[in-house]
Each structure stands twice: as C-alpha cells, then as structure tokens.
C-alpha cells in the first residue's frame, strides 16, 4: 500500500455506501437505505438482492467465506465462517449466498455465557444483520455485523441493547427539539471517538512470562531503575521498530474503513496510544473491537506483542480507553455545542443540564459498566480518574450555571439576568479552560470525556448506560415541558432546579487529591465503588432496574444474566491469575532462589576452605535473607492455595466475588511482595523471567 495514497485504499475491503450505489439498483439502493437511515423492514427480495451485490462483490476481493460477525458476552468478537460453495449438478460448485442467510444465521449458542438465559438443552442462538453498520472483508471472509440473541429471544450480546439505548435517546432527544420549534431533525445520533492505549513488548520475552501469556498481566516484577520518572516517553520520537508496527497498523485499518487518526507515545515506556476520528457510536464499537483485534495481528508479524490489559506492569501507567461522547442531530447539529443565539444557547444548556442529571442519578451505572478485574488495578492509580464519578465542566460554564441556579447575573461577556429565551442569554467560549485529565466525566468543547473505560474494555457498555441515563434525563424533562403553559418560564425553572438538585456531582478540581474522596463520599454523598465486587450487585437495584427496563434497553432477565456473567468473568479472571502465581512460585521463582543460595553457600564454603578464619558475611547476609524470603514464599503460597479453594463453598456468585476481594487479591499481593525481593537480590542469571527492564524496554 506504500505507493497508493491512502484515499485509493481507504475503505477498500468495506462494502459501504460507494459500493452499495455502484452495485445495487436505485430502487434497493433507495430501499435499503431506508432501512439503514430509518429502521424500516427489508423486504426479502431486496435482502435477496443486496445479498447477490455483497457476494459477487467479496468474491471479486477475495473472499471465499461469509460469517456473522458478533459481540457475545464475552468481551470479545465470535465469528463461524461458511463457504459461498453450493453443490452444481456436473459435480463442480458455485457461489452462492441468500438474501436469508444475510439477514438470519444460527450460530451453536451453547457455549457462549448466558448467565441463565438459555437451558443446557437450548443450544441454538441467532443473530441478525445489523445494516446500519457495513459489512467488510477480513482476510478472504466476509464479515457480517450483527446481533445476537438466544432461542427465546433475549438479547446475548452488547450490540442489541446498545443498538436499543442510541434508538431512546434519539426518541427523547426528538421531543426536546420539537419543543425548541425544529421540526425537520429525523434523528438523534451519539458519536464516539474512542481514545485506545496499549503496551508491546517483544514476542521473545511474552513468550517467557507465564503470567502474561495466561493473564495479559506480570503477576510478579521488581520495579526497574528507571521507569516513567522523567516523563521522557510521553510524546517522545518513536522507535523504528514501534513506528513500523504504527504504519502497518494504520494501513489494515484504513482498508477497513477505520479513521485512525493520532498515534503518539503514552507516558509509560513502552506504552502507546491510537485516537481515531468520532463516528456513531454503533459503528465506533465495531471499530474498536476491530482495532484491538488488528492490532495484536500486526503486532505479532512484527515479532510483538500488543497488551490490552488495564495495568499490565505494577508501579508505571496502565492503560485506558477514553470515550468521547457527544450527540447531534441527522443534519449534524451538535446538540452538546453551545449556539450563536439565545434559543440555540438554551437548548444547549438542557442538554447539558439533561446529561448532569443522568450522571449523578446513575453514577453507579458508569461505574459497573467499567468494572473489569484488570481495571480494578487502574482506576484510582494516579493515572487514571477514581472509581468516584464526578463531572468536570470548567470555571466559566460551572460561572454560567452558577448565575443560572442564583438568578443572578453572569460576569461573562455581558450582564443580563438569564430568564432562558426571554432575556438574552450571552455567548460564552467553548474552552476556556484546560482539561481535566483527574475527571472521570469532563466537558471538553462540545463533548464528554468519560476516561474510566479500561483498555481491553467493549466501549458498547458504558456507552448503552450513557445513552440510557440521558435518555432518562430528556424523558423527564419532556414530559413536563409538553405540558407547561409557558414553555420559557418552565424551562428556566427546570434547569434550575437541576442544578441545585445535582450540584454535588460538579468538581472542577484535583481528583487524584485523597481530600477529594473524603469530600465527595462523607460531604457530597457520592458513591466509591472501588471494585467490580463492589458494583456490580447495584446493576439490579430497583431505580436502575426501572430505568433501565421501561426504556426497553434490557428486560429484567437480561439485567439479571449481565450481573452475574460479569461477576463469574471477575471471580474467573482472579482465579486464573492466583492459580498462575501459585504455579510460577513453586515451580521456577522458589527452585531459581533456593539454586542461587546453594551456589552463593559454596562459594562460601571453598573460600573458607582456603581461608578458614574468612567471615564470607556477604555469602552470609544474602543467604539469611534468602532464607526468610523462601520460607515467607512458601507460606503465602500455600496461604492462596486455601483462599482459592475456599472459594468452591460459596452459596453465589455473589459471596465468590466478595472473597475473591476480600480473601485472594490480598493474599495475591503479600505473596508478590518477597518475591520482587528476592528478584532484587539473586543474580540476573538465575531469575527465571525477563525482568520489567527487559519488558520496558526491550522493543527497538
């Protein structure tokens, strides 16, 4: 691709709306469009007809094999390939592909997590195209975006509830303009721009490192002499062998339609970072899941490993995914922008007042629809926001909004009482201020930043709460609004009302400042959820139920399955991690210290045997202390053991989880501590891993 200019190959293995006016009648092109823009039904002989376009056109690049490409509740994307051949009666075969199998396919759903959802014997699931986002060609499959859903029909996936919070919010966000007098807006669209971070290490030394092999995690590890200190990665020149990895990696994106945009270096060594352009939401979610799947190919053809955990190495930045929320209409008005008159600044100020509300009333929703056990170890970190939510707005909105609540007036670029669309509202900048990289949910220009997303994390779940809450929060307010008998008035008193009912969420300061948590839980009443154990039980509280429910994003039964799979995800991940450290403990770190002491006690021995009166107290010191370091490995060793296998007797997933946290993380981390001391004084040969020096900064 060196010699083509990115505009001839971008999108090229994308079957996207170039394609579909080239190869499709204008009456199927018209009609799928419609189905695309509006949601109406595709009839099947249109389907039959799209299907025919899409195949000849995968054929013509390649492609061999379609498959339904899906989110299940693995975190992960799934994917069963079938061949386009079908038997000819001469005995040779021929491409084909139906209308009905684009629209329908039914995957083995067996093994995929249901949390309950489906009976062992219920083993079918279907999915459904998904044509608001394009289908393309990875390798010689066509893939085909879609949702999935058990037998009975309950949605299996993280596309279809996020597919059904962007059609609430929309719904909402559509009464809210009508009474603003548009009338035109078909729409309502959320737009992300998912900021992805990543860590790659040398392929050589992944593949001596059990525990990140089994974890993508060092279970264990010294800290280097040098590590973050000076901030000398950050921005810094790229390495040739990382900027290689940069350009290959941009190019297969770009074939796929991907608009990756900025690539730097992150703060950490050897840490990375890729920001694409924003898109909608839906299709910026099939997106991400495609980079980080793209990136680990790429990375591996150049002898790499891509590590997507949140903290892949104790003691230097992890790595996180930063949404960029905004929401706008189908003409491209940006709802979260403030206008150039005093209607357009109301408006904006609602939606800004909308979105306030949702993030305090569901502050525990964001905060479970992050919860990971790799994320647990970030948020919090001095690198990325507490598992506090707080809103960060800057000092002359949170002024604005500040004269709003008082009735006072604004010292901004002209005083005048606010009474919204009556008195005139004053212009005030987009950025006046920096941003603020403490905030869980900072107002950045003419979006939000919501930054505690984990890097391996699917963006599809924050973003279906994100979208639910808002849509919650204009639901409200258009119920009250569609009956006032003086719009103006109402409104003023409504976005008042909102300000003094959710002020406690608003925090322009420090939030990596210990002050901070102490103010925001025991003055501001605020929720600190600081681990998936913690959180993820209140997906099922009664408020978030209800909301969640009577929007119609989940049924009660999809809530109930999502608590408890990611629950076993959490308890399973920590299990898998403490068995690796039992396992790396008593097999190479124990045998490699109890190698280096004998050889350090013969030494000593044959010195004494030439010099008798020789104290060796070096000999001696290292031993003793090698010694205790051993004994105290064993004991915490066998200590796990028991923490995990007391985790068979719990009643539910519930009481598993609560041990996890409380009984096998701990013990996890007093079992790492001798063992990164005792790295840090037997010799380099010994140790049986790449040191974190080695990880670090091993990559050319």
Not at 1 to 13: E, I, P, R, T
Request: glycine fraction near 6%; proline fraction near 4%.
């Amino acid at each position: 691709m060196s010699n083509l200019a990115v505009s001839d190959y971008f999108g090229s293995m994308v079957f996207d709306d170039r394609v579909m006016r080239a190869k499709l009648s204008a009456d199927v092109y018209e009609s799928l469009r419609k189905t695309i823009d509006e949601g109406s039904v595709l009839d099947i002989s249109v389907a039959n007809a799209v299907a025919q376009a899409m195949k000849d056109w995968a054929v013509d690049h390649g492609a061999t094999h379609f498959t339904h490409w899906f989110q299940p509740l693995t975190g992960i994307t799934a994917e069963k390939h079938d061949s386009f051949i079908s038997p000819s009666p001469n005995g040779s075969v021929i491409m084909e592909f139906s209308g009905k199998e684009l629209i329908k396919g039914e995957p083995d759903a067996s093994s995929f997590p249901s949390g309950g959802l489906r009976a062992t014997f219920e083993a079918r699931g279907y999915t459904a195209w998904d044509p608001t986002s394009y289908a393309f060609i990875k390798g010689k499959t066509l893939c085909i975006p879609t949702a999935f859903c058990s037998y009975g029909g309950h949605a299996l996936d993280k596309k279809t509830p996020l597919l059904r919070s962007m059609e609430v919010l929309s719904k909402q966000a559509l009464r809210i303009l009508r009474l603003f007098g548009n009338d035109t807006a078909k729409r309502v669209v959320s737009s992300v721009g998912p900021e992805q971070e990543y860590f790659l290490v040398t392929r050589e030394m992944y593949d001596k490192r059990p525990d990140l092999r089994f974890t993508g995690r060092t279970l264990f590890g010294a800290k280097p002499p040098k590590g973050q200190e000076l901030d000398d990665h950050y921005f810094g020149v790229i390495k040739p062998g990382v900027a290689a990895f940069m350009e290959d990696l941009n190019n297969e994106l770009w074939k796929l339609g991907i608009l990756a945009k900025t690539e730097h270096n992150e703060v950490a060594p050897a840490q990375h970072e890729l920001a694409p352009i924003y898109t909608t939401t839906n299709i910026a979610t099939d997106h991400n899941q495609l980079t980080m799947e793209i990136m680990q190919k790429v990375a591996a053809r150049h002898g790499l490993v891509c590590l997507l955990h949140e903290k892949p190495f104790a003691g230097v930045n992890g790595s996180g995914k930063h949404n960029n929320w905004s929401i706008a209409t189908d003409s491209g008005q940006n709802l979260l922008s403030p206008g150039a008159t005093p209607y357009e600044n109301a408006q904006f100020l609602l939606f800004l007042c909308a979105v306030i509300k949702a993030v305090d009333d569901y502050q525990d929703l964001l905060r479970l629809s992050v919860a990971t056990a790799g994320n647990d170890h970030r948020l919090g970190a001095n690198e990325a926001p507490p598992a506090v939510i707080s809103m960060f707005l800057g000092d002359e909105l949170s002024a604005v909004l500040e004269a709003i609540d008082s009735d006072t007036p604004y010292e901004g670029t002209k005083k005048t009482k606010m009474k919204l669309g009556v008195d005139v509202l004053p212009r005030f900048n987009r950025d006046t201020t920096d941003r603020n990289r403490t905030s869980p949910f900072a107002f950045t220009g003419n979006k939000f930043e919501f930054r505690m997303l984990g890097s391996s994390n699917s963006i599809a779940c924050a973003n279906i709460m994100l979208n639910s809450a808002v849509a919650e929060s204009l639901r409200i307010y258009a119920d009250r609004l569609e009956k006032a008998d003086d719009f103006e008035t109402a409104l003023h008193e409504m976005i008042k009302k909102t300000l003094k009912d959710h002020e406690r969420i608003i925090f322009n300061g420090n939030g990596y400042d210990d002050a901070w948590i102490k103010e925001a839980t025991e003055e501001r009443g605020l929720t600190n959820y600081p681990t998936t154990a913690d959180c993820m039980p209140h997906l099922l509280d009664e408020k978030n139920v209800k909301m969640l429910t009577s929007l119609g994003v989940f049924t009660i039964d999809e809530l109930h399955s999502r608590r408890d799979i990611m629950l076993e995800n959490y308890t399973k991940s920590v299990l898998i991690e403490a068995n690796t450290m039992v396992s790396m403990a008593k097999r190479q770190i124990a045998p490699a210290i109890e190698a280096y002491a004998a050889d350090v006690a013969k030494s000593a021995a044959a010195k004494k045997a030439i010099v008798p009166e020789l104290a060796c107290r070096y000999e001696s010191g290292i031993i003793s202390k090698l010694s205790e370091l051993i004994d105290e490995i064993e004991a915490k060793t066998i200590e796990l053991e028991k923490a995990v296998n007391a985790t068979g007797g719990a009643k539910d997933i519930i009481e598993e989880s609560a041990m996890i946290r409380d009984t096998v993380l701990p013990v996890m981390s007093e079992l790492r501590a001798p063992c990164d001391k005792a790295e840090q004084l037997t010799a380099r040969s010994y140790w049986p891993y790449p040191t974190y020096a080695d990880l670090l900064f091993g990559v050319r």
